[in-house]
């Protein structure tokens, strides 16, 4: 497996097909994604895209972050530890800027995946209609070495 950097039109097929099945196409472009301080990632097994993330510039409590959304693995390769590894990627990818805040929406039943990766919950459970229940979480990055 490898992961870098992609285009935004890279990850809409793969958001689609897990995060947004049964609804339309479009459901899977989100704001932001043609913003040219996005970052897109994705995780490739024989040049085929298996998993895939997005990060938004944002703000958390006034300060610049980046928001996580969009992340997503071929339902039959989860639990294999490529959403861990994108995570692992994109965080040694931000490491040397700027921006030390991550958040994202994450959904309720992810909130652990993202809990073992160092992120905290920092809200009651909401509903996002048409994804379901979910929480706010974040992570503040260390400073590089």
Same mark, same amino acid.
């Given at each position: 497996?490898?992961?870098?950097?992609?285009?935004?039109?890279?990850?809409?097929?793969?958001?689609?097909?897990?995060?947004?099945?049964?609804?339309?196409?479009?459901?899977?472009?989100?704001?932001?994604?043609?913003?040219? %301080? &996005? +970052?897109?990632?994705? @995780?490739?097994?024989?040049?085929? *895209?298996?998993?895939?993330?997005?990060?938004?510039?944002?703000?958390?409590?006034?300060?610049?972050?980046?928001?996580?959304?969009?992340?997503?693995?071929?339902?039959?390769?989860?639990?294999?530890?490529?959403?861990?590894?994108?995570?692992?990627?994109?965080?040694?990818?931000?490491?040397?800027?700027?921006?030390?805040?991550?958040?994202? %929406? &994450? +959904?309720?039943?992810? @909130?652990?995946?993202?809990?073992? *990766?160092?992120?905290?919950?920092?809200?009651?459970?909401?509903?996002?209609?048409?994804?379901?229940?979910?929480?706010?979480?974040?992570?503040?990055?260390?400073?590089?070495?």
């Amino acid at each position: 497996m490898t992961i870098r950097r992609i285009i935004g039109a890279d990850v809409i097929d793969l958001r689609h097909a897990v995060l947004r099945e049964g609804l339309p196409r479009e459901t899977a472009i989100f704001p932001g994604d043609d913003d040219p %301080n &996005a +970052r897109h990632y994705g @995780a490739f097994d024989n040049g085929l *895209l298996i998993g895939c993330v997005t990060l938004h510039p944002s703000k958390w409590q006034a300060l610049p972050a980046f928001q996580l959304r969009g992340m997503a693995v071929v339902p039959d390769l989860r639990s294999r530890g490529i959403g861990q590894a994108m995570i692992e990627f994109l965080e040694r990818d931000l490491r040397h800027g700027p921006i030390r805040q991550l958040w994202c %929406n &994450a +959904r309720v039943p992810a @909130a652990n995946f993202y809990r073992r *990766l160092g992120w905290q919950i920092v809200s009651e459970m909401f509903e996002i209609p048409t994804a379901g229940p979910h929480v706010k979480m974040t992570r503040t990055l260390p400073h590089a070495l």
